[in-house]
């Protein structure tokens, strides 16, 4: 049996990765369509076989609650909407999986929570690189100490953003500029990766003067974290340099391991040192590339299957704004900020 996803925004995301990724999907599959312009959602509704019966307007989405066949809503759309969308979707009695970042805020965030638990329905937020293997390699070797304790980790999300009126330049619909769009998958691995919380960042924040695409949101971000077991990340972010996704983690025990990219949708690289022979590229085990969005829908529609909580919950795109909002704070009062945030028990390290 499989679980009836309804598709909300049908922009990059929706088009060229999540629609062709139901193909490899196991427990889920496209049911429903919701846009703003009704010609495109049609069409596409024809190419992968949904109902004309079951496409809907951001006006009339609301009906969707007497489709049974849709379980989960899928929200692509600008972060501003996330929140709105979460809502209607659980006051809908929908299971809802959203894009990152969840919201602008960490106070939307926290509605979108208390919305979805309100309803009794789930909420996933859909952090890719949590289901995909290369990256869940990488964490065995972080967590188990495979080659040493990690010490410090380098991690870099960066590319050039086009200055065509994208609504990731304007902050009422971004919220931010690369920090939340691109940043936030080296917070986010990160964290996936430690298994703990930071409780320290620091961060400084950088638009070149006259750059017309950063009238609204910032350009570039570097900031440190510090996490309760002593590992130290160094991470950057930025939307004016040439593509680049890529971490690395540092060992005692003469070993560096990481991916590059590491934040691609496909093509994911390991790479790893050893102490005695560095760059020996053989150590590095095969392990074949598997469709991220695919893994990430179809965990989701098993959770709703078995009803279980998903393993990248709203607690998880949550943290991920205190965090962001204590970089930011960081940057502009020129000092580190501390976070009161409990650590993970340690059944999760
Ligand atoms: P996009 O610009 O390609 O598509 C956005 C869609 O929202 C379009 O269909 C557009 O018509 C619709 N929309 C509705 N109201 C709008 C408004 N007021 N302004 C602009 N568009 C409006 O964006 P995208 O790249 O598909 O991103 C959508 C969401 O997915 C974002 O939250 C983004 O961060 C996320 N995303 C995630 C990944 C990932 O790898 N997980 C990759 C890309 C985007």
């Known amino acids: 049996k499989r679980i009836g996803f309804a598709l909300v925004g049908l922009g990059h995301l929706t088009l060229e990765e999540l629609l062709p990724a139901f193909g490899q999907c196991k427990y889920a599959k496209p049911v429903a369509l919701v846009s703003g312009d009704a010609a495109k959602a049609k069409q596409v509704a024809a190419q992968y076989g949904i109902k004309s019966t079951s496409v809907y307007s951001y006006q009339n989405f609301d009906t969707i609650r ?10 692509v759309l600008p972060n501003s909407m996330h929140e709105e969308f979460t809502v209607r979707s659980a006051q809908a009695g929908k299971h809802v999986l959203c894009e990152k970042p969840m919201a602008n805020t960490s106070a939307e965030a926290q509605r979108m929570i208390d919305a979805c638990e309100k309803a009794g329905r789930k909420l996933m937020i859909a952090y ?6 290369k990256n869940a390699f990488v964490k065995e070797l972080v967590r188990n100490k495979t080659h040493g304790k990690v010490r410090v980790m380098e991690m870099f999300n960066a590319q050039n953003i086009a200055n065509n009126g994208q609504w990731r330049l304007d902050k009422k619909l971004a919220g931010g ?9 080296c917070l986010n691995t990160a964290r996936y990766l430690t298994g703990e919380e930071p409780e320290w960042v620091m961060g400084s924040v950088y638009n070149t003067p006259g750059d017309e695409r950063f009238r609204q949101v910032e350009e570039s971000v ?9 590992i130290l990340v160094n991470a950057a972010t930025s939307y ?13 025990n003469g070993a560096w391991f990481g991916l590059d990219p590491a934040f691609a949708y496909h093509g994911l690289q390991l790479e790893m040192s050893q102490a005695k022979e560095q760059y020996d590229w053989k150590q590095a085990p095969e392990i074949p590339e598997q469709n991220q969005f695919a893994l990430e829908m179809d965990h989701m529609a098993w959770c709703v299957l078995h009803n279980k909580e998903p393993y990248t919950p709203g607690a998880e795109g949550l943290q991920d704004h205190r965090i962001m909002e204590a970089i930011y704070q960081s940057a502009r009062e020129g000092k580190p900020i501390t976070l009161k945030t409990p650590q993970k028990p340690d059944a999760f390290r």
């Not at 570097?222 to 002593?230: E, N, T, Y």
């Open 240 to 252: 004016s340099v040439h593509q680049s996704r890529r971490y690395r983690c540092l060992a005692d």
């Open 177 to 185: 500029g690369a920090l939340p769009d691109i940043g936030i998958y």
């Open 222 to 230: 570097l900031w440190q974290m510090r996490f309760p077991s002593g």
């Open 66 to 75: 007497n489709n049974p066949e849709v379980q989960v809503v899928y929200i």
């Open 128 to 133: 890719r690189i949590q289901y995909e293997p």
